[in-house]
């Protein structure tokens, strides 16, 4: 792309104020590329869960924003993340969402690579002495790093590593894994939708707990009564935000659920998942069946990793800009690696009830997200407001910026990091 001038890119950031931001960040094609350039391909964007790609040989296609990209694990057990295009003429060669190979091979004159990348064939490799060498023309190597199961790539080689980047946030991704009680989390399955907005709707949505008491009401009201109990954080006090630097953010909406090891708050599942426990009892130590219980429900929070996966609850989303006013989410439903097919199968009843495909949350938030886009597109100078809460937010312990979770601190947090990264001269 052409790169504003640098006066351009810092109107781009004064769009974003600590309170609001201004509605054009949601249609204005030229930030979305600006977005792509100075955020998606400047910074750690998660590619994979290690369940995902178990053996070697086993590879997934993604994206770091528009570019697509293939994960696989090789023969020496490393990751690798390759650019899915060939380097003769650009053709993908991999347009297989899933699976195992010993390389990738391009359809168009056949140009074959190893799964590191390195090109191994050519046909009719006589047209090509004296002008071109294989090993000149591998698939293009990212940057990968992984943290507790959890794969990233970058296109950069000068920032930080990956854990100083997660920074505060690997706390709470360590205790997210904890749901697995004692097995590895693994992928069960996934589905993924569109919806007609721009990113960072989807962005703002993860840690914003005002929003789900009141939208999603209807599927409050299915819910058998222990379970809309435990999700009435409208009025608990310990129900907070943190905002926990570089863009990430938790919000923690079943408060009792944050430790996995505390003994406490598993009365109420006991009558729900009685069958389970019963079955479980028979093999394993009561200790053991309690924090497989505690944790069917997942982790009790959302926590929001800048700029594109969300560990929630008991799934993770991940978002992929598709263009400034189209966004793909793709849904991740979490189970015990190893673990009893039953609670694998109960989570996943439990994943499809809200977030499945045919569940209340993935409906009722589309419907939300895609409101607030024609509303931009209708009238681009009329402010978002990220205020909720502004007056209230006080310093944790920690060092974290700390508010109720029905707040907007989580997405002050993850605009700040915009701004910061828009701006920056790099
Ligand atoms: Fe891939 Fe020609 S474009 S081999
Ligand atoms: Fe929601």
């Known amino acids: 792309m052409t790169a504003p001038t640098s006066d351009r890119a810092s109107d781009f950031a004064s769009l974003a104020a600590e309170d609001r931001v201004a509605a054009r960040l949601y249609t204005d094609p030229e930030i979305f590329d600006w977005e792509m350039e100075k955020i998606f391909y400047s910074t750690w964007v998660w590619v994979a869960h290690e369940s995902e790609i178990p053996d070697a040989g086993s590879f997934k296609m993604s994206h770091i924003g528009l570019q697509p990209v293939i994960v696989n694990r090789d023969r020496k057990g490393n990751f690798n993340v390759l650019l899915n295009r060939c380097r003769h003429r650009g053709a993908s060669v991999c347009e297989v969402p899933k699976g195992k190979a010993n390389g990738f091979t391009c359809p168009y004159h056949s140009w074959s690579y190893s799964l590191e990348g390195n090109l191994r064939g050519i046909p009719y490799p006589d047209g090509y002495e004296g002008v071109a060498e294989k090993r000149d023309l591998p698939l293009q190597r990212l940057r990968v790093e992984s943290y507790n199961g959890l794969i990233f790539a970058t296109f950069r080689t000068d920032i930080e590593p990956l854990a100083d980047f997660l920074g505060d946030a690997k706390l709470w991704i360590d205790r997210f894994m904890k749901q697995g009680a004692g097995f590895p989390v693994k992928v069960q399955g996934e589905h993924k939708f569109r919806f007609d907005g721009n990113w960072k709707i989807q962005l703002e949505n993860t840690t914003d707990g005002y929003h789900f008491p009141i939208v999603h009401r209807s599927w409050m009201a299915s819910v058998d009564a222990e379970t809309a109990d435990m999700l009435s954080f409208m009025t608990d006090e310990e129900a907070v935000t943190h905002a926990l630097g570089n863009g990430h953010s938790v919000a923690i909406m079943v408060p009792e659920h944050v430790d996995l090891e505390d003994d406490d708050g598993t009365e109420e599942l006991q009558e729900r998942f009685r069958p389970i426990i019963d079955e479980l009892s028979e093999t394993m130590p009561p200790e053991q069946v309690r924090r497989i219980v505690r944790s069917m429900h997942g982790a009790g929070y959302n926590l929001n990793l800048f700029p594109n996966l969300s560990l929630s609850m008991s799934f993770f989303r991940v978002l992929r800009p598709i263009s400034v006013n189209e966004t793909e989410i793709q849904h991740m439903a979490l189970g015990l690696d190893g673990g009893p097919e039953s609670v694998n199968r109960e989570r996943l009843r439990i994943h499809e009830h809200f977030q499945g495909p045919f569940g209340f ?66």
């Open 361 to 426: 949350g993935t409906s009722d938030d589309s419907e939300a997200w895609d409101r607030v886009q024609r509303g931009a597109v209708a009238n681009p100078e009329m402010p978002i407001l990220v205020n909720r809460g502004l007056g209230r937010e006080v310093a944790a312990d920690e060092g974290w910026k700390t508010s109720h979770v029905t707040d907007e601190t989580g997405m002050r947090e993850s605009y700040a990091m915009w701004k910061r990264m828009m701006n920056d001269d790099n």
